[in-house]
Nanobody, 124 residues
Framework: VQLVESGGGLVQAGGSLRLSCAAS????????MGWFRQAPGKEREFVAA????????VIADSVKGRFTISRWNARNTVYLQMNNLRPEDTAVYYC??????????????????WGQGTLVTVSS
Protein backbone atom coordinates (compact mmCIF):
# COMPACT_ATOMS: atom_id res chain seq x y z
CA VAL A 1 0.00 0.00 0.00
CA GLN A 2 1.27 3.44 -0.89
CA LEU A 3 -0.16 6.86 -0.21
CA VAL A 4 1.91 9.58 -1.85
CA GLU A 5 1.25 13.23 -1.07
CA SER A 6 2.28 16.11 -3.29
CA GLY A 7 1.61 19.81 -3.68
CA GLY A 8 3.24 21.20 -0.57
CA GLY A 9 5.58 24.16 -0.63
CA LEU A 10 6.16 27.72 0.49
CA VAL A 11 3.33 30.23 0.15
CA GLN A 12 2.61 33.68 1.52
CA ALA A 13 -0.18 34.26 3.99
CA GLY A 14 -3.47 34.62 2.17
CA GLY A 15 -2.34 32.33 -0.62
CA SER A 16 -3.62 28.93 -1.72
CA LEU A 17 -2.28 25.45 -2.25
CA ARG A 18 -3.86 22.19 -3.36
CA LEU A 19 -2.47 18.99 -1.91
CA SER A 20 -2.95 15.67 -3.66
CA CYS A 21 -2.63 12.14 -2.33
CA ALA A 22 -2.39 9.26 -4.78
CA ALA A 23 -3.21 5.81 -3.45
CA SER A 24 -2.11 2.43 -4.72
CA UNK A 25 -2.33 -1.10 -3.38
CA UNK A 26 -5.81 -0.62 -1.94
CA UNK A 27 -9.33 -0.60 -3.33
CA UNK A 28 -9.51 3.15 -3.06
CA UNK A 29 -13.30 3.40 -3.27
CA UNK A 30 -13.58 1.15 -0.19
CA UNK A 31 -11.70 3.59 2.04
CA UNK A 32 -12.61 6.88 3.59
CA MET A 33 -9.75 9.33 3.36
CA GLY A 34 -8.43 11.89 5.78
CA TRP A 35 -5.88 14.64 6.04
CA PHE A 36 -3.94 15.33 9.21
CA ARG A 37 -1.14 17.77 9.97
CA GLN A 38 1.68 18.10 12.46
CA ALA A 39 3.37 21.37 13.23
CA PRO A 40 6.84 21.50 14.80
CA GLY A 41 6.66 20.66 18.48
CA LYS A 42 2.95 19.87 18.34
CA GLU A 43 0.83 16.76 18.20
CA ARG A 44 -0.68 15.55 14.98
CA GLU A 45 -4.15 16.97 14.45
CA PHE A 46 -7.12 16.16 12.26
CA VAL A 47 -7.81 18.46 9.33
CA ALA A 48 -10.48 16.90 7.12
CA ALA A 49 -12.05 13.64 6.02
CA UNK A 50 -14.24 12.47 3.15
CA UNK A 51 -16.45 9.41 2.88
CA UNK A 52 -16.22 6.64 0.29
CA UNK A 53 -18.41 8.32 -2.34
CA UNK A 54 -17.12 11.82 -1.70
CA UNK A 55 -20.52 13.25 -0.83
CA UNK A 56 -19.92 13.77 2.87
CA UNK A 57 -17.03 15.57 4.54
CA VAL A 58 -15.87 16.50 8.02
CA ILE A 59 -13.73 19.62 8.44
CA ALA A 60 -11.85 20.72 11.54
CA ASP A 61 -13.09 23.97 13.05
CA SER A 62 -9.63 25.49 12.72
CA VAL A 63 -9.78 25.33 8.91
CA LYS A 64 -13.52 25.40 8.25
CA GLY A 65 -14.42 27.86 5.53
CA ARG A 66 -10.84 27.85 4.19
CA PHE A 67 -10.06 24.18 3.41
CA THR A 68 -12.06 21.67 1.42
CA ILE A 69 -11.49 17.97 0.86
CA SER A 70 -12.55 16.04 -2.20
CA ARG A 71 -11.77 12.78 -3.94
CA TRP A 72 -11.69 11.36 -7.43
CA ASN A 73 -12.17 7.64 -7.16
CA ALA A 74 -11.40 6.99 -10.83
CA ARG A 75 -7.95 8.41 -10.21
CA ASN A 76 -7.46 6.95 -6.71
CA THR A 77 -6.73 10.45 -5.48
CA VAL A 78 -7.85 12.65 -2.62
CA TYR A 79 -7.31 16.41 -2.56
CA LEU A 80 -7.07 19.12 0.05
CA GLN A 81 -7.74 22.60 -1.28
CA MET A 82 -6.31 25.18 1.11
CA ASN A 83 -7.29 28.83 0.70
CA ASN A 84 -6.52 31.94 2.71
CA LEU A 85 -3.56 30.23 4.32
CA ARG A 86 -2.21 31.49 7.62
CA PRO A 87 1.22 31.11 9.22
CA GLU A 88 -0.35 28.78 11.79
CA ASP A 89 -1.21 26.36 8.98
CA THR A 90 2.50 25.62 8.62
CA ALA A 91 2.93 21.87 9.16
CA VAL A 92 3.65 18.56 7.55
CA TYR A 93 0.41 17.35 6.00
CA TYR A 94 -0.39 13.64 5.87
CA CYS A 95 -3.10 11.76 4.06
CA UNK A 96 -4.48 8.57 5.54
CA UNK A 97 -6.95 5.82 4.67
CA UNK A 98 -9.55 4.14 6.85
CA UNK A 99 -12.23 1.55 6.14
CA UNK A 100 -14.46 3.20 8.73
CA UNK A 101 -16.17 6.58 8.28
CA UNK A 102 -17.99 7.30 11.49
CA UNK A 103 -17.71 9.08 14.84
CA UNK A 104 -13.99 8.27 15.09
CA UNK A 105 -13.06 9.69 11.70
CA UNK A 106 -11.21 12.54 13.42
CA UNK A 107 -9.02 10.15 15.44
CA UNK A 108 -5.73 9.13 13.90
CA UNK A 109 -5.89 5.64 15.43
CA UNK A 110 -8.88 5.00 13.17
CA UNK A 111 -6.63 5.00 10.08
CA UNK A 112 -4.82 1.99 8.69
CA UNK A 113 -2.52 3.54 6.10
CA TRP A 114 -0.51 6.76 6.02
CA GLY A 115 1.51 8.73 3.52
CA GLN A 116 4.97 10.11 4.15
CA GLY A 117 3.77 13.69 4.40
CA THR A 118 4.31 16.92 2.49
CA LEU A 119 5.54 20.15 4.06
CA VAL A 120 3.46 23.31 3.84
CA THR A 121 5.13 26.53 4.95
CA VAL A 122 3.14 29.75 5.16
CA SER A 123 5.13 32.94 5.52
CA SER A 124 3.72 36.08 7.13
Amino acid sequence: VQLVESGGGLVQAGGSLRLSCAASGITFSSYAMGWFRQAPGKEREFVAAVNLRGDNTVIADSVKGRFTISRWNARNTVYLQMNNLRPEDTAVYYCAATPSYGPRVQSDYNYDYWGQGTLVTVSS
